[in-house]
């Protein structure tokens, strides 16, 4: 059965950071692309940051570019996401996702991602 877990969020001051997790079990991190995503009360779900299949191909929102870090261990059949220099705007449940199939590119469009997490809360206050 395919599952993603996602783990790692907190109450981070603002300027500290965080790593978020997402441990998959009934595939393999490698064959799917796997999107972080994020959405904060009253607002829409965000595509964050992804990471393609083939070639571990990159792409983040303007919003936490040069700040967020993607990456991705096979062997553990995890991804993370490394967040720096948080800012209050951060605070949202993250989730992470992922879409089958063997590709050059991934999508930060939610629409695109068939299998979810439950989501890990991240709060970043003083």
Known sequence: ????????????????????????SGFTVDN??????????????EGVSCISSRGGRTRYVDSVRGRFTISRDNAKNTVYLQMNSLKPEDTA?????ANPGS????????????????????????
């Open 32 to 45: 799917y692309a796997i999107g972080w995503f994020r959405q904060a009360p009253g607002k829409e779900r």
């Open 103 to 126: 590709t050059w590119s991934c999508a930060l469009s939610p629409r695109d991602y068939h299998y979810w997490g439950q989501g890990t809360q991240v709060v970043v206050s003083s």
């Open 1 to 24: 059965q395919l599952q993603l877990v996602e783990s790692g969020g907190g109450l981070v001051q603002p300027g500290g950071s965080l790593r978020l997790s997402c441990a998959v």
């Open 93 to 97: 449940v993250y989730y992470c996702a």
